[in-house]
């Protein structure tokens, strides 16, 4: 029987020309991230179908691919449901992953505790264009540090690795899961809906204030609210200090912290920051999953007109393995995003031009060959690249072939 | 519902020490490759599931991890078998996934194809002390290639990258399927049993010539049979020359090509080597797989009796997928076992050292926080690693925890 040749159906293979720009990028990446005290780290692929299916991970865990059980455990003619044949699962995401690691090896790690996570995530989505049911993430966390250092510290360290990769102009927008509640809460909103509220607000950017209005009338809150709340934010906009703004506007109904802590991050990021980007206060970012518990953050390439990364604040999870809160905070970087982006710029990785084939003829003796290999060794021990092949009948051919992948000069050894 | 803390059966957390010679020895490996003209490539983890049952992958087919149908597609009422609830599983190694990469991609891709896959497998073998049910593997493979060339490169490429990492003093075992088959033919073994002969020579290193032959007899080989065999190796073990002897007394059963193919790689591999290793001719050596269709060998540390890699050529497997067969020959370092090695050896990342923790009082000012982070920023564009974080109640074992993670300095920043 003749094999299959695809990926399977939503995966795909990654060519060598892309494979060398998500090397350099992993290279800089842990560079960077390692100068910021960030620990590598890495966990199964495979979790447990319990803590996949825990709740924490919001609509993904409708995506899970889900392992079989094996051997005795496995009774199909009794099964029921999925539950009862699945015991395991691949990883939707870095996170579960990571509070699960921390609430199980906490007694050996340092406090606090920086992780970095790079591995791979599977997500069972319909296929579409540049979306993939295996691809890459890249997650840093500070777990242990209730202070907003965390967040500062993740702000530099991500922003000083995008630098590295290239990227300018860039925008850091942040919010607070505070400050969206606040506002819900001065407008009138119910509290049991404020995350149909939140919902509706994360649309902002693509149906403008008054696409917000009418989604939440249409969804059955009072007109008084709505109006509130779409003021508030339109005042928002035309404010020159939206920070001092708002202090003044929701004083006594959002904690005294948290304007302060939110104007700490900004001040202290920029006078430190050291790439190319702005930090920017934006009160409708909302970031989807329900773990978030204070800062709430995403990466913005206007350019582009995508994000690039985003996380915050989750000072509940662990407590949700151990018992115990531990506070945590999270940036994960859009890697795929990024190499998309690289890629489609045709970005060169630096020192990668240079590479030399040696092209040898058949038959070459035994001894000229040690010769000439010895020199490839030679050269290879310098640091350059060198490819020894044999010649090929159609060496014009080859040579075009070698080119595309990078090979700029040629060598070649002839019997006579 | 509290969550698991522990891994799932069989599988592991990587702690941050590991990591850090983890990430090491794979830039190591990425670096020393490439200049050998080795191109990076990734496969997906999930393979469907009739490439991994399609008896390539030997006693690893019953290893599979199985991954469910989803959707309209999965129907539990009425499954009979595995077979019907599953349509893909985790890949168990990266040959199969490469020559279906290969078949895939042959017209984009350089020819000879050299290419470096680095990446996780997956066997769900019964859990026992240092073996685990994932695992990284680190193969290189020449698809494209029909000379001995791409063994001379295979080995020159595998034996430089173990040099860098520091081993020494080990030995690269090779042996030809066609010398093995031609000794059994040569002694009589009927060629449907070959395999059968095999599997018992492969225990030589354990049970010895005389183990050997009582097994074989005990299988219920012809005795005269067995008795030529062992008195071959019997032979073989006292000849000075075992290639030249075998040369002799295999004429007219080996086919004239093979020992001048095997004695040319000696050869070459001898003149050129840089690292500290010896290349010797085993004809004891078996490997496995039955998809080797020729060169075949395996890295011997002598002193600390384990194998840590091998590989062989493979010129009919790419057949199966594509209908016409390409020659390839690959070499597996084993990845796992090296870091063990190394970890049980306390080896030192070079250039890991000399990093500093910068410890900042609660309450600092957002002014001299800043200029605080300013300096770090600083450090770190020089490269230093630096973490910053909030000074603990328990400084002393805040400290005493940073140490273990490799803090050699500490700087203390206090309010007043």
């Given at each position: ?6 990926p399977v159906t939503g995966m795909r ?119 993939f049911r295996q ?282």
């Amino acid at each position: 029987m003749a094999l299959i040749k695809k990926p399977v159906t939503g995966m795909r293979d990654i060519l060598p020309s892309e494979m060398e720009i998500r090397d350099y990028c992993i290279s800089v990446i842990k560079k960077t991230y390692a100068e910021f005290g960030f620990l590598s780290i890495e966990t199964p692929a495979v979790e447990s179908i319990d803590n996949l299916t825990s709740k924490q991970g919001g609509d993904n865990e409708k995506l899970i691919f889900r392992i079989m059980k094996r051997g005795e455990k496995l009774r199909i003619s009794e099964a029921q449901s999925e539950a009862d044949l699945a015991d395991s699962g691949l990883r939707y995401d870095l996170t579960v992953p990571l509070v699960r690691y921390y609430s199980a090896h906490s007694a050996e790690l340092p406090a606090p505790f920086k992780a970095l996570q790079m591995g791979n995530v599977w997500r069972a989505e319909r296929p579409q264009r540049g979306r993939f049911r295996q691809f890459m993430q890249c997650d840093i966390d500070i777990i242990g540090e209730p202070t907003n250092l965390a967040e500062i510290e993740l702000f530099l360290a991500t922003t000083t690795t995008l630098g590295r990769l290239g990227f300018k102009g860039f925008q850091l927008k942040m919010n607070d899961r505070r400050m969206l509640k606040a506002m819900a809460e001065f407008s009138g909103f119910p509290r049991e809906r404020f995350d149909e509220v939140f919902i509706i607000l994360d649309k902002m950017d693509k149906i403008g204030i008054d696409g917000v209005a009418s989604e939440l009338t249409g969804a059955g809150f009072d007109e008084a609210a709505v109006a509130e709340y779409t003021g508030l934010f339109r005042e928002l906009g035309e404010a020159d200090d939206a920070l001092g703004f708002l202090e003044k506007k929701l004083e006594g109904v959002i904690a005294p912290e948290v304007i302060p802590w939110i104007r700490e991050i900004m001040d202290t990021v920029d006078a430190t920051k050291t790439a190319d980007f702005r930090l920017v206060f934006d009160p409708t970012i909302v970031r989807g999953m329900s773990y978030y518990t204070g800062t709430i953050f995403e990466i913005a390439m206007p350019e582009l007109g995508v994000s690039c990364g985003g996380g915050g604040r989750y000072d509940k999870m662990v407590g949700r393995f151990t018992g115990q809160d531990v506070p945590a905070c999270g940036f994960s970087i859009g890697f795929e995003r990024i190499i998309l982006i690289l890629t489609e710029q045709g970005f060169k990785v630096p020192g990668a031009s240079g590479k030399t084939a040696y092209l040898i003829e058949k038959g070459m003796p035994a001894e000229r060959l040690a010769e000439i290999l010895g020199e490839a060794q030679k050269e290879r021990e310098g640091g350059r690249r060198i490819l020894v092949a044999r010649m090929n009948k159609n060496k014009k051919f080859q040579k075009e072939s070698l080119s595309q992948s990078g090979y700029t000069e040629f060598k070649e050894f002839y019997v006579n």
